[in-house]
Nanobody
């Protein structure tokens, strides 16, 4: 069956870095665009970044541009989100998803369970 599993979250100080991974199984990853989303307490889930299935074009929410980098390794069925210069406002549960692409949650068919990222001193 289709599975997505995020890992790599944790507690980091402001200015620090984390690399999230999204291991997938049960489908062919290169047929899908991949998105990373986050949800902070009391807030709606929001799109952070996505990478296209067709040409690996990447897209980012304005507030993370220049700090986050999305990538994919289809051979390993894994996607990544490198997060640098982290800020307290980046604190959230981060989710990966696969689907048609975009920063809207409605464009995605399958979701992982999420990994907590906490940025605090």
């Amino acid at each position: 069956q289709v599975q997505l599993m995020e890992s790599g979250g944790g507690l980091v100080q402001p200015g620090g870095s984390l690399r999230l991974s999204c291991a997938t199984s049960g489908f062919t990853l290169d047929e899908y665009s991949i998105g990373w989303f986050r949800q902070a307490p009391g807030k709606e889930r929001e799109g952070v970044s996505w990478i296209s299935s067709s040409d690996d074009s990447t897209y980012y929410k304005d507030s993370v541009k220049g700090r986050f980098t999305i990538s994919r390794d289809n051979a390993k069925s894994t996607a990544y989100l490198q997060m640098n210069s982290l800020k307290p406002e980046d604190t959230a549960v981060y989710y990966c998803a696969v689907g048609d692409g975009g920063l809207g949650t409605g464009e995605y068919d399958y979701w992982g369970q999420g990994t907590q990222v906490t940025v605090s001193s």
